[in-house]
């Protein structure tokens, strides 16, 4: 699908040449160079693989996946009667996928699985009401007749929490995406869940504004599933967590209870802030149906630069210096490993932004108001890495569309990694001094079991480590070429445990789904886990959405 | 006090000339000034009045001046056998003022009453636990036993949340005070909740990090206490709120759980964010009694400038300028009206330090990593605010001790304010537009009723506006020779209402504490509250701490 000589780039390069005395950038010589983003689809990335290079396959369903996982029999199955209500309370046609009363299962199976395809549900119900209004009648309805269901936005998440494991009705939220309001003094945004990310980014960009919040999946995710799962991605380095820049949220209780804390204000200390408590419960206590957020102004300059290292310990070293010497314009800072490179490129068959291989790459991106004193600032960054020879070999985008290649590198690792089939993906926090670490000794641990080869005998392809490193969060991703479940016990609970002795988390920024309800006391006391159950008690008395997640706390 | 002749400053002055073909920089004069806060207490700020020139008298019991708050009669009254029970508990001699067995009357009045000297309670029992295990078991004994608290941290607030009303236990964290780790590479601070502000950001800034807040009141209020109270302040523009920037939070609840959710991760999507429940709950569900906070590196360069201007639409012109110009650097853009600075000039008798008066004054701070480029950055900025005539006339300060005056003129303004009696201090939200019609509006409202004037018959001196106007944020201000309650009428519930129309905050950044606790259905919604209270009862069952905060909430 990737066609080679679609689009060729000139790449500004920064060489560096070893010279007796040290490291020189030499006069830039120009590259050609071919770009990964923009030969294949630019969603596969941190959540989307649509267009996948591997063959599309059945998923097989989570029930029988995970046997383990029963089904509530306090929940009511599905009846003409159930579907006869939600077709008279949402009215037009195409808000109601019914598979109860009539064979859709075609039309629901997009509904049932993730993108991953490693979660798989049974629903016969998919309900896309177009109000908050709607929502509350919704879910009002389904508490009062025990009707299990799963809230749903872009369905790009990484854990199974965005799909169905049984019958549960799904409630997707893709027919709630206006964008009711927007400050231009302020730069507070009011708009629906249902919105797609890039789409809102691609508004504020013509007021000059940015959305605080990027990530890979951008042109699938809804800005209402970023909010409820507290995506991180590749901005926060810069604009901080959506706990600090959400201003509000409009949200529907288990019991349609409509939360409106949709203010646009940036300061407002009157009582309990609990807009904080939808931020990251994954839609456990609430669906949200609208948000305000504070946009800050759109970055006049941009610069990317991508490096090669040695070591993770010059990737530290480098990570010290672009916080000191580009300090408040440096917009991240991204990590990938010499087997993350060499996918990519086996996957795309692009040219590699530089020669030779090496062990560590870094993208850096800086962004500001001025182009000339970003370029300057970029440039003393550059010189220092060089001369104290802690970066190998660099380059420099010139452009828009080099950017964009460079960024290839970076985010079009998730969607190569699925190229032989499926994948193991952890997203953790991990101290910064140990955060590769984990993905040597998981290497390891993969070799002497004997499960990772070159050849189809071995279940495991590859086992890579990127990530946001100006976080210390790290994606520790095992690439196979089929689920076993001999990996998988390698795997866990040994990813956990080697987390949980360093203090780190489990679950850095794509949260718990069904992934990882288990393995929730890996990172959290059982005091804060009883605190949570209490929440989730409080605001879900008759144990209601998504699937069994009570016992997730349980 | 102020010894006029003490600091001479020189003050790089930017100066407009009006000429047929607009306004142009002409060669900057040096201009010889008096700073304010070098010859007053930095403390007089935000928050503190220490060392104010209002001279000292009895403050008036809150019971007395509000006779229709009652004491809880559920609460116990606090006995001999209490009182030992907490020497024995805590041990040292100093972390139990005991007023109940003996006469302590002197020794407890500090904890009695707030620095406005508005609110003053009954408390004859001071403690002071030195651990988070201290507290806990303080907390459980009271909880067990109905005796009634208040937390109690710099005791700077401004709402009258951190001092009791009746015989409440000031449960008052001072002696935990300890930083307990701050890692270079990641920035992430772990400290006791009696951290005062000012030492951890002195010893961050031997780090080379700085505090993600500030404010007036950091000599004295403590870091718990600023996250209790989900403190905003000066550097709320350029660092966000504290819901972004804290990590983690250690707290004991009022049945004395300890939640432990020191947390020093960037990224940690594992459940429910607990945490931030306890960020602006002032105290009422349990006490903060350590913080992990993530600080960022210390700008390199700091530039401050000072502008009169010609009225409200250039200061939001001015604003728009300023975001644009300096983007990522602007640090701060606050506003101080007519009124104000001639309170301070009154007060502090210092030279002001532009010629001639203006309606409105604003302070910019830059903040960023390379000095050169922030200087060319703030010129370009005055060059446009100057030749579009935006603003009439102003100065940028030259060096560290200029910068300091400069900001005299807006911190030293909560100090100055007090200087002929008391205040009355309404901290708001309102949409930029119309952020200063408050002040309008609310002087000539106290005209109409004859209340304000020069001569002491007036009770009120008068109505000044200044604050974050980065932050959309409002300090309406009403200096008084006297507090008198035909002044409080008039004010309220006028202001409310006039914010409630227009969806403001009636709390941006102090609290609601005693001063706002029947206001806040000016800012929230009956389903907000009730779902306030839902929280509440949730920690609190016994309906514990401070005050009837419960009633707070009904």
Redesign the interface.
């Known amino acids: 699908m990737a066609s080679r000589s679609r689009t060729s780039l000139l790449l500004l390069r920064a060489r560096i040449s070893s010279t007796p005395c040290g490291r020189s950038i030499r006069p830039l010589a120009q590259l050609r160079w071919q770009s990964a983003s923009s030969t294949t689809t630019t969603e596969g990335s941190e959540g989307v693989a649509k267009g996948t290079t591997a063959p599309p396959k059945l998923v097989k369903f989570t029930s029988e996946a995970y046997p383990e996982i029963q089904r509530d029999s306090r929940f009511a199955k599905l009846t003409e009667k159930h579907v006869k209500f939600f077709r008279e309370l949402l009215g037009t046609e195409s808000a109601v996928i019914d598979g109860v009363t009539k064979d859709a299962t075609d039309d629901v199976e997009a509904f049932n699985s993730d993108w991953m395809r490693k979660y798989r549900g049974h629903t016969k119900l998919v309900l896309k009401p177009g109000s908050t209004e709607e929502v509350s009648k919704v879910l009002k309805y389904c508490n009062d007749n025990m009707l299990a269901v799963v809230p749903q936005g872009g369905n790009t998440g990484l854990v199974g929490g965005s799909v169905p494991v049984f019958d549960e009705i799904v409630i997707n939220v893709s027919r709630m995406n206006q964008i009711r309001s927007f400050?231009e003094?302020?730069g507070s945004l009011v708009a629906d869940a249902g919105c797609i990310l890039e789409v809102v980014d691609n508004y504020l960009a013509e007021q000059g504004y940015i959305f605080p919040l990027d990530l890979g999946a951008k042109g699938s995710c809804h800005i209402g599933g970023n909010v409820a799962?507290?995506a991180?991605g590749l901005r926060?380095l810069r604009y901080?967590?959506l706990?600090?820049?959400v201003l509000g949220i409009e949200a529907v209780l288990p019991d349609g209870?409509?939360?409106?804390?949709l203010?646009?204000?940036?300061?407002?200390?009157?009582?309990?802030?609990?807009k904080?408590?939808f931020?990251?419960?994954e839609g456990t206590?609430g669906i949200i149906t609208g948000i305000s957020i504070l946009c800050p102004?759109r970055?006049?300059a941009t610069n990317v630069a991508f490096f090669g290292l040695e070591s993770y310990e010059k990737v530290?070293l480098a990570?010290?210096e672009a916080?000191?010497?580009?300090?408040?314009?440096l917009s991240a800072f991204e990590l990938m490993d010499a087997n993350s490179q060499d996918l990519v490129h086996k996957v795309t068959k692009n040219k590699r932004p530089l020669e030779g291989e090496h062990p560590f790459y870094c993208l850096i991106e800086t962004s500001?108001?001025?182009a000339e004193?970003d370029s300057?600032?970029l440039e003393k960054f550059l010189e220092d890495v060089m001369e104290n020879e802690i970066v190998s070999d660099g380059v420099v985008a010139q452009d828009q569309t080099q950017i964009k290649a460079l960024w290839g590198w970076r985010e079009g690792i998730p969607e190569c990694l699925g190229h032989w089939g499926g994948v193991y993906k952890y997203d953790v926090?991990i101290?910064?001094?140990e955060l590769y670490d984990l993905v040597d000794d998981t290497r390891e641990k993969m070799d002497k079991a004997g499960l990772i080869g070159d050849t189809d005998e071995y279940p495991v392809v590859k086992v890579v480590g990127y990530g946001?490193m100006g976080?210390?969060?790290l994606h520790l991703n095992v690439a196979t070429r089929r689920f076993d479940k001999k990996v998988e016990k390698e795997l866990e609970p040994f990813v956990y445990e080697w987390i949980a002795k360093r203090?780190?988390?489990?679950?850095?920024?794509?949260?718990?789904g069904i992934a990882?309800k288990n393995f929730?006391g890996y990172?959290?006391?059982d005091?804060?886990?009883a605190?949570?159950k209490?929440?989730?008690n409080?605001y879900d008395p008759v144990s209601f959405p998504p699937l069994d997640d009570q016992s997730a706390?349980d």
Do not use: C, W
């Open positions: 400050d003094v302020s799962t507290n991180g926060l901080g967590s706990h600090g820049n209870t409509i939360v409106d804390d203010s646009k204000l940036r300061k407002n200390n009157t009582g309990y802030d609990l904080q408590l931020i990251g419960a206590i102004q970055s006049k530290q990570f010290r916080k000191g010497k580009l300090g408040e314009i500001g108001s001025n004193h300057e600032k926090s101290p910064i001094q946001h976080d210390s969060n203090n780190g988390s489990i679950s850095a920024e794509h949260g718990l990882k929730i990172s959290r006391s005091t804060m886990i605190l949570m209490q929440i989730k409080l706390l």
